[in-house]
């Protein structure tokens, strides 16, 4: 009896629609309400997965004579995606997002058979949901990175950017504070380093860069310095 109301309750959900996405699915979502939602289940529930999942991997691809198609056939599994890249001296690089935790580094030759030049890189990157808002929205938007962390939080007035812009780290400290008026980006424009200390420090007129950009290192020390006019 138990079994046959458990199957009779399952052809109810479906036949009213009811499918229920997973907190994952949901960071997707166009309502905010849902995002929040499925933010604060992940942020109780979202695990890394360990680098050493993805050793085999890399040592596969680190093989003498491996090629860009062999290197294609081995992410197939993973159902990995580019996240961009860069070329340049004969050569060309390309990041796979290969989890939902991790992005694999990979450089190409751009002669011959594109055979892999060097071992790849694994690197630690929380992938980021970004879901644009209606147009012409008004208000607060709220995006996430899949472990429940903000990513992303930004005031609009009518479609457009118009206040405070603040994006996250994935382990929920800031990253970038700007504020924006309606030409543009308008006042000053922070960095941060996960740490906490200044990444960088800027200030913009009117959607223009202005005066003196200090760049720093995680010690509080300055790298670099830029004058605008």
């Not at 933010?39 to 890399?58: G, H, I, M, N, Y």
């Not at 030409?183 to 200044?198: C, E, F, S, T, V």
């Not at 420090?201 to 005066?211: L, M, P, S, T, V």
Request: with cysteine; hydrophobic share 35%.
């Amino acid at each position: 009896m138990t079994k046959f109301v458990g199957v009779v309750l399952l052809v109810v959900m479906f036949a009213s629609g009811d499918t229920r996405a997973a907190p994952h699915d949901d960071l997707g979502a166009a309502s905010q309400a849902t995002r929040d939602t499925a933010a604060e289940q992940l942020r109780a529930t979202f695990k890394r997965v360990p680098r050493r999942k993805f050793d085999k991997l890399a040592k596969a691809i680190a093989k003498p004579g491996m090629t860009k198609p062999k290197v294609l056939a081995l992410l197939k599994p993973y159902h990995a995606t580019s996240e961009g890249g860069g070329a340049g001296g004969g050569g060309e690089t390309i990041l796979y997002r290969i989890d939902d935790g991790w992005i694999l580094e990979c450089a190409f030759s751009t002669r011959g058979d594109a055979n892999v030049i060097g071992p790849p890189r694994l690197a630690e990157s929380i992938r980021n949901v970004w879901v644009e808002p209606p147009k012409d929205f008004t208000g607060i938007w709220t995006t996430y990175f899949v472990n429940g962390q903000r990513s992303h939080e930004i005031n609009y007035k009518h479609g457009a950017y118009a206040g405070a812009f603040t994006s996250f780290h994935d382990d929920g400290s800031k990253a970038v504070v700007q504020t924006y008026g309606h030409k543009g980006a308008d006042g000053d424009d922070l960095g941060y380093h996960r740490n906490g200390k200044l990444a960088y420090r800027g200030r913009y007129e009117d959607g223009k860069q202005i005066g003196t950009w200090t760049w720093y290192d995680d010690t509080g020390k300055v790298t670099s310095t830029k004058q605008y006019p």
